[in-house]
C-alpha cells in the first residue's frame, strides 16, 4: 500500500507564506501524480493544485499565481509553497497520489494523507 504524511500546516497571518510538504512511502512512484486537496469546515473537499508524473502542473483558480507545487523524484516527496495566504484558504491539507489522466476530480485519485491543518488569521 501507499502511505502519504503531511507537514508543514500552521497558523499564519493574512499575506504570509507556509510550504507544505508530502512524504510518500509503499508503492507510488514516478508514473503517479500527486496532488493537494483542501477541505474547510462544513464545506466539500477541494481540488487545489496536482503534479503529473512528467512535471504539468494543474492549479484551482482560486490559488493560481499564489501556490506553487513541485516534486522532488530523489526525496519521494511532494510539496506546496503557499504564498500571500488569505483567510478562506484556512482548512485541512490533504496530499494525495494516482496513476489516472484525470486531474480534478477527489476520484481520479487513489490514496490520501491524513491531512495537515492551515489557519491564516485575518
Known amino acids: 500500500q501507499v502511505q502519504l504524511v503531511e507537514s508543514g500546516g500552521g497558523l499564519v497571518q493574512a499575506g504570509g507564506s507556509l510550504r507544505l510538504s508530502c512524504a510518500a512511502s509503499?508503492?507510488?512512484?514516478?508514473?503517479?501524480?500527486m496532488g493537494w486537496f483542501r477541505q474547510a469546515p462544513g464545506k466539500e473537499r477541494e481540488f487545489v493544485s496536482v503534479?503529473?508524473?512528467?512535471?504539468?502542473?494543474l492549479y484551482a483558480d482560486s490559488v493560481k499565481g499564489r501556490f506553487t507545487i513541485s516534486r522532488d523524484y530523489a526525496k519521494n516527496t511532494v510539496s506546496l509553497q503557499m504564498n500571500n495566504l488569505k483567510p478562506e484558504d484556512t482548512a485541512v491539507y490533504y496530499c494525495a497520489v494516482g496513476r489516472g489522466i484525470s486531474l480534478r476530480g477527489q476520484k481520479d485519485y487513489d490514496y490520501w494523507g491524513q491531512g495537515t491543518q492551515v489557519t491564516v488569521s485575518s
Open positions: 509503499g508503492r507510488t512512484g514516478s508514473s503517479f501524480k
Open positions: 503534479i503529473t508524473w512528467n512535471g504539468g502542473t
